[in-house]
């Protein structure tokens, strides 16, 4: 039976392993990851030796549709920082959707033009079952990237409802990627991610319509209230790399006004006083249906008294969390895999 | 001061409360909701003394982006029933966006033309900043409205993200109302709404682009693996009714192939089994932000030890789950409003 390490082992050895991160080792980074992705006991030692979320380096958050070539577009802009000599970190979030699971897949390997080099470092992360378990994961492989002395972080998620406005959490600078045509920027206007997003990509540039949707976009920037960023809109083809130059300019800008409103720091603190409560919700919806998948006992008598009409869906639903409230959440350490 | 009513009197209050709502008191429907929404001590005995949900009328669903013209439809749809008559409740329910405000409360005034009418009853409902109330909320107005004797029940919701397909848990018949190009239809496609709707509705027909729009949703439906039941096309001009009797008859129709799969009780069942964690988790998230609405005493110190870089923003939502859980939710009456 394998040990489990005492408080004191942990300590020393989490030290050590901050300091093989720090030096660059992979295999560090890869265990560093197990324990924040494993709820290993040795994790919150881990996190709490690393560097504060508000010391990061620079985060880019990167949304779109599916299909909107963002994929290829972190494999573009990743290539532009290398060749800078920046260091770039990428956490690919899935939030684990039936419809594009296999688009996704393909995207992943188009991007895997990176794998052999030290410098890039790409880690895809899906919610597996668990909705709510991946914010709390994606903000703790930030922090071990941090740790690992990458350069520039980038996050990219799907920008399926609620996932495309939740990467203002965690992104310093937030690129929606739109491609023409397709009602893309239109439902961008529509759904909130308009006020979200800092920089605009129009991808897959060289088709037809792209400056219908670049124009589309500008008009209804132009309908906001005046703010001190006004987002450009960056013409893209990500598959010949044409234009990524440019959004690397328009990155460095934004990084700029956000250093003018007080540096990273403060306006990820704003950020987060802002969004606690949206990253508390996601860990309790993980707990929540980390619960459920031990099917608690009250589930299956549950259903029968729905289905024989003896209570009804919402005292259903108001009994199941007062058992889940009983029993107090799960163990942490159940809580997400 | 007030004295809270003892279980003896409730059970004879809510008796007779059930047999005026029965026999159509307005008064009844009025109060019998206030309980429900005010989470009065004598809402579980209410509750269990209405119809079982089993037993609801045939409950139809309207959902579409803003300015599709929902409430319009709904008007019309409304306008047809009680010519034939039969008695209509309606719940509107509102995310409470502060993009589609506006346009919601125009959407409201057009629809009020029923107001007169005793045949037609409109409750219009909120999430008052509570987001996850509101589906317990609308359940149990839709078993009020049960109780009242109303023959059909309409729920209309904002398509934004998520309410969009948390619309099936309510719903017998789902209907997707889009407008002519603006992309709806593509949208929807991508969105997983296409996956969940029996009945397309192409509003604003009289606009150009309407035959290209329902083509596109035609072609999309194709490409689905066959089903017992394939989702018509309705064009319909809200405002001027046309097309309105065509989409009763495509309801009707939904509803006969209902009546094939074993009648409401039996797919409703199936529906909530399939359901009945996402109508918990609603739940579970209402506690929670009722919860943080009384800031609990550790919010403050939470974020002064995140700006501080003290804790990290994945750990500091976690210790707010902890409190929360602690705390055991709040007394339920707290909960919603």
Redesign the interface.
Known sequence: MEQRPTPTDSQGEVRALVEALRQGSRRALARAITYVENYDPRR?AL??A?P????LPYIVGITG??GAGKSSLMGALAGVLRHQGRRVGIVAVDPD?P?TGGAVLGDRIRMLQHTDDDGVYIRSMSSRGNPGGL??AT??VL?VLGGAGFDVLIVETTG???TELAIR?FADTVVLVVTPG???S??AI???IMEVAHVFVVNKADLPGADITASQIRQALHLRPAQDWQPPVVPVISTTGEGVPALWDALQAHYGQLDKAGGL?VVR?DR??AQ??L???????A???AY?RHRPPT?DH??QR??R??T???????E???H???A??LP?SDGIH
Do not use: C
């Open positions: 919150t996190l709490q690393l504060a979320a508000t010391d549709t599916p959707s419809l914010a709390r903000w703790e922090q399926v409802g609620q959490q397709g009602g893309d239109i439902q529509k759904s909130g720091a603190r987060w006083h606690l409560s990253m508390a919700e996601s860990e309790l919806r707990r929540f249906y459920l589930w549950l259903l729905l289905s009409g003896e009804s869906p919402s005292l259903a639903a108001e199941l969390v007062e889940f409230l009983q107090n959440g942490a």
